[in-house]
């Protein structure tokens, strides 16, 4: 596997994982005032390749010029689902071009999403006891 799939695939799999948790921390707050949603911004032309090197960052200067969002574009869902008073009446939802969208299919696996919180509860090495207090 090449440099550059490995660095899509992770990244990927980060949002997929931010979904999942996303779904099972809302399962844990039911019942409570918080509020948990994803956002995707979409294809957004950032900075982010800088420091690829300049031949292949040049070409991807351009594809982000001609194919992504700006970064201004790219923050319309993020602020329409903190700032918009109906966006906030639904929790665990995926959003997308400032509406409910599906993610994708890997992102319905409830065992993945219970292992994922596990994993996580695990590594930041909470105890049960705060783990309870975050719950309450």
């Known amino acids: 596997m090449n440099y550059w799939h490995s660095s899509v695939l992770v990244y990927s799999n980060s949002k997929?994982?931010?979904i999942h948790f996303a779904k099972e921390l809302t399962k844990k707050l039911k019942g409570?005032?918080?509020v948990i949603n994803c956002v995707d911004p979409g294809a957004v032309g950032t900075r982010i390749f800088n420091s690829i090197n300049i031949v292949v960052g040049t070409f991807i200067k351009l594809g982000c010029i001609l194919l992504f969002k700006t970064p201004w574009y790219g923050a319309q869902t993020a602020l329409y689902v903190a700032l918009d008073k109906s966006a906030?009446?639904?929790s665990g939802a995926y959003f997308k071009n400032c509406e409910i969208n599906r993610p994708v299919k890997r992102a319905y696996n409830d065992k993945t999403s219970k292992e994922l919180w596990k994993d996580t509860v695990r590594l930041v090495k909470l105890s049960e006891e705060e783990l309870n207090l975050i719950l309450e």
């Open 88 to 90: 906030g009446e639904v």
């Open 32 to 34: 409570s005032d918080v």
């Open 16 to 18: 997929i994982c931010l």
